[in-house]
């Protein structure tokens, strides 16, 4: 999917277009998402919705005519698991709905290390 969101992790007005990092196993920073939107601003018990940089990477690769470093390459890999260490085991498919609206569908991953 071209979205995921975070439970109970919401930002405010004028965030839109900010990052969410991920810090992986292998010691680097890596560009995941970029913020979309929320309902309100930081509201508890509501979910931010993030657009998910993986599903774009082929685009940003061809947009920039592969004129990116190494650390570019790493940061729009994505959620993908960032190296051969990491096993992936369980994984759930979540959905969040508000009403009658389904606002962001979403997978959570858990990953064991070896």
Do not use: E
């Amino acid at each position: 999917t071209m979205k995921f969101c975070f439970i109970f992790l919401d930002t405010c007005q004028g965030d839109s277009g900010g990052p969410i990092m991920m810090f992986t196993t292998s010691n680097q920073w890596v560009l995941v998402g970029v913020t979309s939107y929320g309902i309100g601003c930081a509201r508890a018990s509501y979910a931010g919705v993030y657009t998910r940089v993986a599903y774009y990477q082929d685009w940003i690769r061809i947009t920039t005519s592969g004129a990116y470093t190494n650390a570019t390459s790493s940061i729009s890999a994505g959620i993908d698991p960032p190296t051969s260490t990491a096993s992936l085991r369980t994984v759930h498919l979540l959905s969040i709905f508000h009403s009658l609206f389904h606002l962001c569908l979403f997978v959570l991953i858990k990953i064991y290390l070896l």
